[in-house]
Structure formats: C-alpha cells, structure tokens
C-alpha cells in the first residue's frame, strides 16, 4: 500500500509534466490548427540550457526565467522557420515534415554540444524525502506538480483577462475574422509558439533533476504528451491535468510491477487506442465535417 | 515507336543492374548497391500511403524491423529457408500493416503521423524487451540464405535482391495505375467524393497500408540477409525520417522518385564520411541556391525575405562544413536542413522538378490518347431500370440536429422514379443537408430514408453509392490531381471486379475490364462535352468544366437517383442552356434526378415536382407553377411585412 501511494504520487508529479507539454500542443494547435512535432526537444533544449546556466553558477530560482525566455526565442524561431511557409502555401505535410525536421536538427545539435550520455540535474531542493500518507515523497515531486499547474494558471488568466490574450481567443475562434478586426494573426500564431516552447522549457528544468538530462530525453516525452492532449482533446483546457495524471500514474506502476523498459508503452498504447475510438478525445467535442 | 525505345531502354538498364557485381568486382560497391535497391523497395511502398493515400507515416521504420525480426527469428529458432522467410516476412509485416490502418479509420494527418509514430517506437521498444524472442539489444547474427543447397555468395545474393527489386517495381507500378491505384489517389483528392463513389475511404486505406508494409516487411527479411546482423537500433525515428526525405526529395508517385531517394539516402552518409568532398559539394550548392535566389528576385518572383532564408542557411552549412573537424556527428542536422529545403523549395522533388523544367507529360495524359483513339461501343450512359411511376425514394420524418440547430425539422420527401424533383429555399434553409442525409454523410437524429424499397438507416456512404444514388457537390470536390478521365473511371470502380492477382498479373480479366471501362469513361466525357481535356488534371479545368465533370463522374456510378447540387451555379447563359440539354438526356435514360437550384428558370423548365425548405422545414410541395405562386415561397424568398 505503502509503495502504490509512493508511485501514485509520482505518477502525478510525472503526469504534470506531461499536461505541461500537451498545454503547449493545444496551444499552438488553437491558433493555427498546427502542432510543433519537435515540443519534446524544446523541453530537452530548455533542460540542457538550464543545466548549463546552473553549472556556471546561477542559482536555480534565477536561471528558470532566463529558460523560459530562451524557451519563448525557440518557439519564434521553430514557428518563423518551419510552420509560417507551410501555414502560407496551406501544406500540412509541410509543417508536419519541417517541425520533425527541425526537432532532429536541435536534437543533434544538443548531441555535439553537451554530448550523448546522460547528464545529472543538481535538485535545487533537498534530496530527502518527506513523509506523507505514510508514503515517501521528494520535495522535487511537490515542486513539480506546484510548478506545472501554476503556469498553466498563468496562462490561462493571460488569455481570458488580457487584450492580447483575447487576439489570441480570437484568432482561435476564426483566424479570418480575427485578421479582418485588424489582428495581426501571423503574430499571434508566432505568439502562441513561443508560449508553447516556453512552457515546454519550463516542463525541462522542472523534471530534470528527478530524471536525468540528456539529449534523447524529449523524444519519448513528446510522444506521450501528445497522448495526454488528445485524451485530453486538443481544443478543451483542463481535461489534459487529469489525462496527464492517468498516463503518469499507468506508467509508474507499469515500471515498477512489469518492467522498466516497458513503462513507455501504456502511453502508447493508450494514444493508439484513443485515437482509434475517439479521436476527438475523452474531454473534447468532435467537430461537424462540412460538406 | 516510343514504346520500342522504352523497352530497350528498360533492357539496357536491366541489364547494367545485373552485370554491376562483374563490372566492379569491389565487394563495397556490390554491397552499397544492394542497400540502395532494398530501401527502393521500402520507398515503393512508403509511397502508396504518402504518396498516392496522402498521409504521413513515421511508422514505417517499424514495419521494415517487423520484417527483418520475422526473417532473422525464423532463421535463429527454426532454420527456415529463405523462400519460407520471405513470404512469411510479407506476411507479418502486412498484418501488422493492418493494425496500423486501424485508427486510420478515425483520424488522418498530424493525429495519423503521431499514431504511426507511437506504432514505430512501440516496435522498437518491443524488439528490445521481447529477449525471448529477439535477444533484445545484443542483436541476431545470420548469415547468407541457401538456395537449392548451395550457400548464395555476395554477388548471388545481390542478384537475389535484384530480382526481387524487379518484381516489386512491376507489382508496384501495376497495382498503382490499375482501379486499385485510382482508389488510393482519390482518398488523397477528396475523401468524401470517394466515398460517395462508392470507393470506401476506409477499406482503401486499409489495402494501401497492408501493401506499404508488405513491401517493406519484404525489404526488411533482405536487409536482414544483407546485412548478416540486425539490432533495434536500426529501426529508429531517424530511419523513419530517412525514408520520408527519401520520397520527398525524389519525387511523389513516381517510382524513378523512389530509385533516386533511395541512392540519396544511401549516399549522402557516405558523402559526409568524406569531409573533403562534403566542402566542395556544400561550396557549390550554395553558389547555386544564391544564383537562383537572385534570379528569383530579379524577376520578382520571391520577397527578399523569403529569397534569404535558403541562402542565409546554404552558405551557413557551407561555411560550418569548413569549422567542423568531421561531419558524421552532424550527419542528422544535414539531414534535416535538406528536409527543410526539400519542403519548402523542392515540393514535388527531384522528378517532379525536372518533368516541370522539360514539359514532360505524365502517363495519365498518354492514357487519355489512348483511350480517346478506342471505338466507342453503344451508349456509355446506362440505363435506370423499374418502372416508372413508383416511389423510388421516400424520406420520412427527418430531423437532422447539429447541438441546438435543428437543420432539417420533421421534412417528408416522396420522389416518383423517372421525374427531376426540385429542391428550393433560401441559403441555409437545408438543401445541402437533405443531399448529405440522403447519402449517407450525415446520420439523421431521427427519421427513415427509404431508397427502392430498403431502408437506408446503418448503411455507408459507399453502401448507398453502390446502392445507385450519385451525386455531385456544391463546392466541387474533384480528385485534382488527377485527369478527368481518371475522375471517371474512379466513378467507374464498382465495374471491377479483378483482385490484386490480376491486377499484379495482368491477367485477362483485368485487361479487359481496364479497357471497357476506359471506353465508357471516354463516352461518358463526350456526353457531358469534355472529350477533348481527358488528359488534363481536374484541378487545371475552367470552374463551369469541372461541376460538368462532376455530372459525368456521378453517371459513371449508373445511378438510379442522380443527386444535383446546384449544378448551374458559377456558369454563364451558353453553359447553363447546355447543361439543360445533359439533364433532359439523363432524364432520358430512366435516372431520376434531385435538382437543387437557385436559377429558378432553371428549375421552373426542368422539374416536374417542387419541393421548398424554409429554415429546416418543408413550406410548399407541388408542380413549379403552383409553387412559384405560393404567398410563404414569395415571403421566404423575398421576406414577408412584418407583422
């Protein structure tokens, strides 16, 4: 019993991160219809760079701002280079092939620039566990899950309380109409990656130092977010907390009663099965095909 | 004549194929070649589904390792010969072909390429934990395969794989410009149209994945051979997005495409191994892109900004092949950035770019003569059989609710066989939704179509196009790219009934159904008065010439009921007097037809029956006379006083 809470609990710490990155698909994905393949490696990105600054000396509290601003530069960049052209010529291949091209291009770079092997993440808080339920739980884990559901919040208040958050409801309601009301929609679009890869740097710094870093981290991360944001449904907000949870908790079990080098494959499978049943997500509303 | 030159052409370059090993007698040559023609065979495949299908697969990396694992684990737990492999190898992969196509059912795009990316990491995460069967990471060891008891050497073995390349390339080309190739098109040009002619979206997909991954569970059992010794680590994301590079640089649906993405792939690792040769080759090509680029600018063609971007990052690649001490470690970046290119600046690839530069015309065009020059024989406009008078179709009580809006409300149509049926209101009032009821896209929230005398409840949009109603769209949804013969004889997929055997055999059956129905389809372009652009791409013709090739791809179904969606709409005074014409004829030949419309003399000359919808409900039924004069048609239509 004891255990089950012990992986329970980090389950949700785990599934936190994930509804972290599927936050960045959905968000990209309301404004232009368009999802960065390479959202995995921006959090390896946001990771490596953070473990840099950490290593020459600045402080933990002080460096996550620093990565979430490098965050933000990396999403304009990956939105300027490789999803606006295929946006323009209205190719979906285009966006899908360039973001994938794009993601092994950092993932390579990050290879030759710290190296293939693994990397340890100092923890900026004490290793020892707390007590809690009986169970073992590190202060990193409470970090996390604190750390996730803030910046969503933030979000989310900066998209329904500001006027630059309503361009962006907005351009997600009817990107021509918003244009129209003299929206500069490209903007926003470039916005809403930068948001997206900010938020996946974010997710970076905060698993690394209860993972290891290294530049083979994102992919697998990615992959099962993406799982998380279609349960979750890519257009409704909070179902991807609870979808995160699920996968985050079917994982650590799945590692701890099977095999570790399964713990991959429940995500997967579950992506599979809910994209074969109902694509448009367990939270989400399927759309009307017009003819 | 030309034919004569292609063959000695395809000899000759059969030949050089098969001397190769002699020629250069370099076991590193033999080997390398023999790769590229394996991977070919991958790209044969991979281009079904991305190519033709339209879709993106990052799956496929997985189903080359499903073949290679069924191939080597037969050989280390049974010492099975290699002509028990190799079927076995197509067997597997093809059935796994067949799940991956599962939720293709559902979900197509960005939501498909992550399913199959999901289904290629599952493999390799399988193929490493499954040691029992795979011994995981330390990999299987094989040697060559025996053929009639005698161990095949290197150059025997390439001539293995050279002949399986044959067979693939034939098969392959075969089944791609046969119905079945049609079919896999038409998914990409438009899913609905395709199912609404009676090709099931789905069950097509399915085929062309289970014949994507048998290809390439057929190229794994060689790598595997080749190799002498496979490892999961083989099957990775990068090999995924090797083989895409490799069909997108090549050149879509066109199997020269595949033979040169796969050299490309294979070679340009070899190329960056050579750091030497790398600077050249990255100095040259980025004299190149900024020669064209300021050609482009020149002539005004491009934006400084959008001209810069390849450039900027040519001479970056070129001036970081001369910083770098050895290229390999940065093998993925070139690849990448040659992805980058590739999609924005080379899109139809390497082939597609050279036929563009030389006016080549494709094969579809080439068919088109062919098919023009054959006699027609009798009337390519079927006839509707059952007599006259009765009730072919009855709708009752159809409710069509979309969250709050209730599109149609309780409408009740009754259309006698043998009439043109009008169908009249405002925009918005629920014509098109009717028509989408009717064929099967929309499932009515309550209500009852009954066609011919069967109910219609539970049956596919392809089950009621076979069933004999056919239709054309509002906003027209052709195949684009493909010719307007083609778009028919896509109408004409139900007159088939070969199956893959024939198809892949040319056996007679197929050959003589091939060339029938290319007839009709031809009659079928003459009657709607479009004989003379068979050749050309749907997306290429006039707007009034499309919605006219719609009729003619909707006659092609043999429709009891013909569906019109506003056929006049977009057409001048001489086109619309001449679309008259083809609907009487049709009227003619027994098929009954639904008219929507807003000419309304259009409408008042052609239609014995008139029906009007008024925001999801029926408001005057009768003869056009008697409708036209109805007061809640005049409010509808032009607003009543208020009251």
């Known amino acids: 019993m004891q255990i089950l809470t012990q992986l329970v609990f980090s389950g949700i710490a785990l599934g936190m991160i994930y509804a972290v990155i599927a936050f960045g698909y959905q968000l990209t994905f309301a404004t232009s219809d368009t999802l960065n393949f390479g959202q995995g490696d921006a959090l390896m990105l946001g990771a490596m760079v953070g473990l840099s600054l950490v290593g020459l000396g600045v402080n933990y509290w002080l460096m996550i701002p620093i990565v979430c601003v490098f965050g933000a530069l990396q999403g304009a960049f990956v939105e300027r280079i490789g999803v606006r052209p295929a946006i323009k010529i209205k190719s979906e291949f285009g966006w899908i092939m360039s973001t994938i091209a794009l993601g092994i291009i950092f993932k390579n770079v990050a290879e030759n620039l710290w190296g293939r092997d693994d990397l340890k993440f100092p923890s900026p808080l004490p290793e020892a566990p707390l007590h809690f339920l009986g169970a073992n739980v590190l202060p990193m884990e409470i970090l996390v899950i604190v750390g996730a559901v803030g910046m969503m919040l933030a979000v989310e208040f900066f998209n329904r309380k500001t006027i630059y958050g309503k361009a962006v409801v907005a351009t997600f309601n009817d990107r021509d109409a918003a244009k ?112 | 004549m030309k034919n004569a030159k292609q063959i000695i052409a395809a000899v000759v370059a059969i030949a050089a194929l098969f001397l190769f090993p002699q020629a250069t007698g370099n076991p590193y040559y033999i080997h390398l070649v023999e790769t590229i023609m394996i991977y070919a065979i991958v790209l044969f495949g991979l281009d079904i589904v991305v190519g033709y299908t339209g879709q993106v697969s990052l799956g496929h990396a997985g189903l080359f390792g499903i073949g290679a694992y069924t191939a080597g684990v037969l050989i280390m737990k049974l010492g099975a010969p290699v002509y028990v492999t190799l079927p076995a190898a197509i067997a597997v992969t093809a059935a796994f072909g067949a799940i991956l196509a599962l939720p293709a059912l559902r979900v197509t795009g960005p939501y498909l390429a992550m399913v199959t990316l999901a289904f290629g990491t599952i493999i390799q995460i399988l ?70 002619m009676g090709v099931s979206v789905y069950q097509y997909k399915v085929y062309a994945f289970v014949i994507s991954a048998g290809l390439a569970g057929l190229a794994g059992a060689l790598y595997a051979y080749s190799e002498q010794y496979i490892s999961p680590n083989t099957y990775n994301f990068e090999q995924t997005v090797l083989f895409l590079l490799a069909i997108i640089m090549g050149g879509r649906k066109t199997r020269t495409g595949a033979l040169l993405g796969a050299t490309i792939i294979v070679m340009l690792p070899k190329l ?372």
Not at chain 2, 273 to 299: C, E, T
Not at chain 2, 615 to 636: D, H, R, S, T, Y
Request: charged share 15%; with cysteine; proline share 3%.
């Open chain 2, 272 to 643: 960056l191994d050579d750091l030497q040769m790398f600077r050249y080759v990255s100095v040259i090509l980025a004299i190149i892109v900024a020669v064209s680029a300021g050609v482009a600018l020149k002539r005004g063609k491009a934006t400084l900004q959008a001209a810069m971007i390849p450039v900027v990052g040519s001479i970056a690649l070129a001036g970081l092949s001369f910083k770098l001490e050895t290229m390999t470690d940065w093998r993925l970046s070139v690849f990448g950035l040659i992805t980058l290119f590739v999609v924005y600046y080379l899109q139809d690839g390497i082939v597609g770019f050279v036929r563009n530069a030389l006016n080549l015309r494709g094969h579809a065009a080439s068919d088109a003569d062919i098919a023009s020059a054959m006699t027609p024989t009798g009337d390519a406009l079927s006839r509707a059989g059952g007599d006259a008078g009765g009730n072919l179709l009855e709708a009752k009580g159809i409710l069509m609710q979309f969250g709050g809006l209730k599109a149609l409300n309780n409408v009740d149509i009754t259309v006698k066989r043998g009439t043109i049926h009008g169908l009249i209101g405002p925009n918005g009032s629920g014509k098109s939704t009717m028509m989408n009821v009717l064929t099967g896209i929309y499932v009515p929230t309550a209500g009852t179509v009954s066609f011919a005398g069967t109910a219609q409840a539970g049956r596919t949009s392809s089950e009621i196009a076979l069933s004999g109603i056919a239709r054309t769209f509002q906003n027209v949804q052709l195949f684009g790219e493909m010719s307007a013969l083609q778009n028919v004889m896509v109408g004409l997929h139900h007159s088939f009934k070969s199956n893959l055997a024939d198809v892949a055999l040319h056996l007679p059956r197929y050959l003589r159904e091939n060339r029938d129905t290319s007839v009709r389809a031809m009659g079928l372009l003459r009657f709607v008065g479009l004989a003379e652009l068979a050749g050309e791409e749907a997306r290429n013709l006039p707007y009034g010439k499309q919605r006219l090739l719609e009729i003619a791809r909707a006659l092609a179904l043999d429709p009891q009921l013909l569906l019109l969606d506003e056929p006049a709409a977009g057409l001048t005074a001489p086109d619309i007097k001449e679309l008259l014409a083809i609907i009487q004829k049709i009227r003619e030949h027994g098929v009954t037809v639904i008219l929507i419309e807003h000419h309304m003399d259009v409408v008042m000359s052609l239609c014995d029956t008139v029906s009007v919808l008024d925001f999801g409900q029926k408001i005057a039924e009768g003869l056009p006379a008697e409708v036209q004069a109805n007061e809640k048609v005049i409010e509808a239509y032009l607003g009543g006083q208020a009251s």
């Open chain 2, 127 to 196: 193929i490493n934990e499954m040691t029992f069967l795979t011994e995981g990471p330390m990999g299987i060891t094989l040697t060559k395969p025996e053929l009639f008891g005698h161990l095949l050497d290197e150059t025997e073995y390439y001539w293995l794989v050279a002949v399986m390349l044959l067979l693939s390339l034939v098969f392959v080309h075969r089944v791609l410009r046969s119905h079945l190739g049609r079919a896999f098109e038409a998914l990409r040009g438009s899913p609905v149209a395709s199912d609404c």
């Open chain 1, 180 to 291: 129209l009301m003299g929206i500069n929609t490209g903007l926003v679009i470039t916005f809403s990656y930068a948001l997206s890869s900010m938020s996946a740097a974010f997710a970076g710094v905060l698993i690394a130092p209860l993972t290891l870093t290294g530049a083979t981290m994102g992919a697998v991360l990615g992959l099962k977010a993406f799982a998380v944001a279609i349960i979750g449904g890519l257009t409704s907000g909070m179902g991807i907390i609870l979808g995160g949870i699920i996968l985050g908790v079917a994982e650590t079990t799945t590692g701890f009663y099977l095999s570790t080098g399964y713990k991959d494959v429940p995500g997967l499978v579950l992506l599979l099965i809910v994209l074969a049943v109902k694509p448009a997500g367990l939270f989400g509303k399927s759309a009307i095909k017009k003819v």
